[in-house]
């Protein structure tokens, strides 16, 4: 089986559904495809949306309270310590090219590895992750060659490669992330625990069986 999954590193939700899908994968032996969906792809973008970048982070901060109240672990969402941070909220388009970047030295492992981690130091350790250094950073931290990450986000494959996910998201019509496109033909948008993923995936192969 092969899942298809978009997000978008500054997604509260995406950031419940990664662990989540990461283990019943594993579990279940299912190939994952990442998918950049990039909500905003920079402030302007952000203002059209919200009409101000502070009411961007203010009904942001709420979308986090809310995804805070289904996580497994809420202390990984800091609200109070995101609220305080001066720069204005961040728009998920670098994070994006940082990962993809990070798939094209390590594959669709690395891609998730370097995802996770911008999630993380973005929610809970509250880094400006549009800033490219720290997006750096963040990638020599798990292990990345900075140099070579910092020519991959410029380049234009990579630039190329996010377009053609976002490309891909509207051509089979998602609107809205966590999603999952599955084997091709079942579009699934929204947010899992692990009890409906393995449901979902047992109850799908049952039927593609009894198909044969």
Request: with cysteine; proline share 3%.
């Amino acid at each position: 089986m092969q899942v298809e999954f978009f997000h978008d590193a500054v997604c509260g939700w995406c950031y419940l559904q990664s662990p989540r899908l990461r283990k019943v994968a594993q579990n279940l032996n299912i190939k994952i495809v990442h998918r950049a969906f990039v909500l905003q792809r920079n402030e302007q973008e952000m203002i059209a949306r919200f009409g101000s970048m502070q009411s961007a982070k203010d009904e942001i901060l709420r979308h986090w309270q809310a995804c805070q109240q289904h996580a497994e672990q809420p202390e990984r969402f800091n609200i109070e310590g995101m609220r305080a941070k001066p720069f204005n909220y961040p728009s998920g388009y670098q994070a994006a090219l940082a990962a993809k970047s990070a798939e094209i030295l390590a594959g669709q492992a690395g891609h998730w590895q370097l995802f996770d981690a911008i999630q993380t130091a973005h929610l809970k350790e509250n880094r400006n992750i549009a800033d490219t250094d720290t997006l750096l950073d963040i990638a020599t931290e798990q292990g990345f060659e900075r140099a070579e990450i910092a020519r991959l986000m410029s380049s234009e494959p990579i630039i190329h490669a996010v377009e053609s996910d976002n490309l891909r998201a509207r051509q089979i019509g998602v609107r809205s992330i966590p999603s999952l496109y599955i084997n091709n033909q079942r579009l699934i948008s929204q947010t899992l625990t692990q009890g409906e993923m393995y449901t979902l995936f047992h109850n799908l192969n049952k039927l593609e069986g009894a198909l044969v």
